[in-house]
């Protein structure tokens, strides 16, 4: 029986001679051609093409180009598992390849965001990432993949997986090209010093010459086989007439082995070899523990989507993909193995720990109706789970996608300093040029070398690198300590607050609300009241509605209208009824007066009802308090609640300033009211704190508030223990402090090294020495951010 082609579907002609190995089976094309772009889709981590494909693919030319290959991006079932669709435009995260400087991102950056369609792509130059928005119907996603190859990067759609391959690939190739320049620079040196010291007495012209001809097939391989990353670099910038860091290494290293060529050929004139070598070298040490260190600081965010299993397992038993998973699959999970998807429980209860996502080490009892989220541990329970959201769409994928948007948001220190290094790099050849040109006319035989050490000892590497690794550490430790970052001010704004403005239901006390007391004011029964006012209330999405959630809901409510701050309107029995603060509800507020219930249910403007809602202040509420007062905060309790509950509340903690009563546009009106010196930082955790928390200096939204409340917010507090604040205020301090180091060390370093390379007192290979030890101090200083005893620190403080 003739067996058709996996990826074509024509028939096999050709026995077993073209196979592909695709998910693990071994699979049969019909051509070579077949067999490329087969081969192609798997080496791109693109198998899910085969499994969402709704149809074989067309007979593939022998010879594929790299566009052929690009547009299968364009397939809208591929890209479901990568691109995030939103009010028509699409978002990708991306992987992009050959990224070294902050010269490489500003290049990408400058090109792409001129194409018709594309709305923003920004770069990262610690991750290798890069996040990128455009109109699907102005521009196709491969198109614009093509024109970043064309400027010489390689990009991919971002898969942890893959991306750590790609990682390990390039680093065995810098091990290869150091290998190399290691070997040949040994060689050299013995030479050298022989020329140098005249090991040999007096050296006959010949043996000179001789020594001389041996350095050059040395230093020849380390030109042109381990400096290569250099001149790719230099050269995507200059095709792009721009100025990188590479731009004046490779002039020094290309300027060095052609004058020592001549020298070499015509006998006279002194020869670069061993500084070449040494050079190059140097260099790629340098760069080898640099890209080590960023990887570290970039794996934090990328290893949270390992966390989410391969496989899941259906209630029915068979084991899928756990990235095939869609809205509506039920999976099986067992104690001990992590939830492949965010989910809702339909069958069994467990503990769960969530540490990965809110930074707290003690499980969580979860039972049924309760929320799961990919990647958490299933601890002690066997619990069926209906899947609520692909993984694209997972909590997990989305802290990794706010995480990288943080990242890429630069302070003004990081823009200042990015624009400082570019320009330097001009004045750096400019500065270079003249130096030659004065010892040329007063010392000429060390004109030559004394500009190679003005290139190489100048070079602003460690400049460009001083803010986005300390930033993208500090993001990281955010993570661990339960905090989402949604702006890159953050770490700004954080230490500058003097004023915090703080919302009181679900945010100082827990939100669970409770009913505690209802009082009937007519001839309706209790429980029709209560069905009525449940009814109403299941229309809402606050703390406050939850306390009526297990309560039989009345039939026939109809025209619910939900005004917020406020409370809910709806018709039954073609009767309007209220439920909410008093003044909302009821058209005469006298009884609410010498009431303590918060709660009004009315007919028609008529009291029918009250409820005496409890909620239980947090424990951190009041450490909180207490550390913001110590550190001279002043606190203010915005609420819309105006019963003698949010005084008491207010009185109890010590709150210095206690508004009540007052709706989302009231808030609003609050925060505009303060002097200009107020910096203030807004805590909500409703739907009627958007507005305030937008308007805020710098918000932070609980992580069981709603959606449209972490929507506006710049910080997003995952667990529910306040006191992380504290913390984070300290991290942010800290990072402040470890980029206002970073930038001291590299400025400092060139103000120190241009004089002294100038007049002639540093050597080349000292100056290589200087270059790279720059960058990795400055690489290993960020790393400070990630001990793991700092977090620990921040408590005892």
């Known amino acids: 029986m003739t067996k058709d082609c996996y990826h074509c579907g024509e028939p096999v002609l050709t026995g077993d001679s073209y196979n592909v190995e695709i998910q693990g089976v071994n699979r049969t094309m019909c051509c070579p051609g077949c067999e490329a772009v087969a081969t192609t889709i798997v080496a791109n981590g693109l198998t899910s093409y085969y499994e969402y494909r709704t149809a074989p693919a067309e007979k593939a030319n022998l010879i594929p180009d790299e566009l052929q290959s690009l547009s299968l991006y364009d397939n809208e079932d591929v890209q479901q598992e990568f691109v995030r669709h939103e009010n028509g435009i699409d978002e990708v995260v991306l992987s992009v390849d050959g990224v070294s400087c902050a010269a490489c991102a500003w290049l990408i950056e400058k090109q792409i965001s001129t194409q018709d369609g594309v709305s923003r792509i920004q770069v990262n130059t610690t991750t290798n990432r890069a996040t990128l928005r455009w109109d699907p119907s102005k521009a196709k996603l491969s198109t614009l993949l093509s024109k970043i190859h064309a400027l010489g990067y390689k990009a991919a759609p971002f898969e942890a997986d893959n991306q750590e391959a790609q990682y390990h690939r390039t680093m065995k190739q810098y091990l290869y090209k150091l290998g190399v320049a290691g070997l040949a620079t040994m060689q050299v040196m013995m030479l050298a010093i022989a020329m140098y010291f005249e090991v040999f007495g007096d050296m006959d012209e010949s043996f000179r010459n001789y020594f001389r001809w041996v350095s050059l097939i040395f230093a020849t391989p380390v030109l042109l086989y381990s400096a290569m990353p250099f001149y790719i670099n230099a050269w995507r910038n200059l095709k792009a007439r721009t100025l990188g860091m590479d731009v004046p290494v490779s002039i020094a290293l290309l300027f060095a082995y052609f004058a020592s060529l001549y020298a070499t050929v015509t006998g006279t004139g002194e020869v670069f070899f061993e500084s070449i070598a040494m050079f190059t070298f140097f260099l790629l040490i340098g760069r080898f523990l640099e890209m080590r260190a960023r990887r570290t600081a970039a794996a934090a965010s990328a290893n949270l989507l390992k966390l989410i299993p391969r496989l899941a397992t259906l209630d029915s038993g068979e084991q899928i993909p756990a990235k095939s ?163 890159g001010h953050v770490f700004e704004t954080l230490t500058k607050i003097n004023r915090v403005i703080i919302d009181k239901t679900g945010t100082l006390t827990e939100g669970n609300v409770t009913l505690a007391d209802t009082a009937v004011y007519s001839d309706i029964e209790k429980s029709e009241a209560l069905a009525i006012a449940a009814a109403l209330e299941s229309y809402a999405n606050h703390p406050i509605a939850d306390a009526f959630k297990n309560i039989n809901v009345a039939s026939g409510v109809i025209q619910v209208e939900n005004v917020i701050g406020e409370g809910i309107k709806g018709t039954y029995q073609t009767q309007e009824w209220r439920i909410g603060k008093p003044e909302f509800a009821l058209s005469d507020t006298r009884a609410a007066e010498t009431s303590n219930h918060q709660i009004w249910l009315s007919c028609s403007g008529k009291k029918i009802a009250s409820f005496q809602l409890v909620d239980p202040i947090r424990e951190s509420s009041q450490t909180l308090i207490n550390k913001f007062h110590e550190a001279g905060i002043a606190v203010t309790m915005l609420t819309g609640d105006n019963s003698a509950t949010a005084t008491s509340v207010a009185n109890q903690l010590g709150i210095d300033e206690l508004v009540s009563g007052v709706s989302p546009q009231g808030k609003l009106d609050y925060l505009k009211s303060l002097p200009e010196d107020q910096i203030t930082m807004m805590i909500g955790d409703g739907v009627n704190d958007a507005p305030v928390l937008a308007g805020a200096h710098l918000s932070v939204a609980m992580g069981g508030g709603t959606d449209v409340a972490k929507a506006s917010a710049d910080m997003v507090l995952l667990g529910d223990d306040l006191t992380k604040l504290l913390d984070a205020r300290h991290l942010a301090a800290f990072t402040q402090k470890i980029i206002r180091q970073n930038l001291a060390w590299a400025l400092g370093y060139n103000l120190v090294i241009l004089p002294l390379a100038v007049m002639g007192f540093v050597a080349p290979y000292v100056a290589v020495a200087g270059m790279s030890a720059s960058s990795v101090i400055v690489v290993t200083n960020s790393l400070r951010l990630f001990k793991k005893d700092l977090i620990e620190r921040f408590k005892d403080k």
């Open 325 to 487: 998973l869609t809205v509506g699959h039920v999976v099986r999970v067992l104690p001990g193995e992590p939830f492949p998807s965010d989910g809702v429980i339909v069958e069994g209860i467990t503990t769960v720990d969530e540490s990965m996502l809110t930074g707290e080490s003690m499980p969580e009892s979860r039972q049924l109706g309760d929320k799961v989220y990919a990647g958490t541990l299933n601890i002690d329970g066997n619990v069926n789970v209906e899947v609520t959201a692909e993984k694209k769409d997972s909590l997990i994928a989305h802290i990794v996608q706010l995480q990288d948007a943080a990242q890429l948001a630069k302070p003004r220190v990081a823009e200042i300093a990015d624009i400082v290094a570019r320009y330097f790099v001009a004045v750096i050849l400019l500065i270079s040029a003249l130096t030659w040109w004065y010892w040329q006319s007063h010392r000429p035989e060390d004109a030559f070398w004394i500009m190679l050490s003005v290139l190489v000892a100048t070079c602003p590497c460690a400049l460009s690198l001083a803010t986005p690794t300390a930033l993208t550490c500090s993001t990281s430790t955010f993570g661990k300590l339960g905090i989402l970052l949604r702006r």
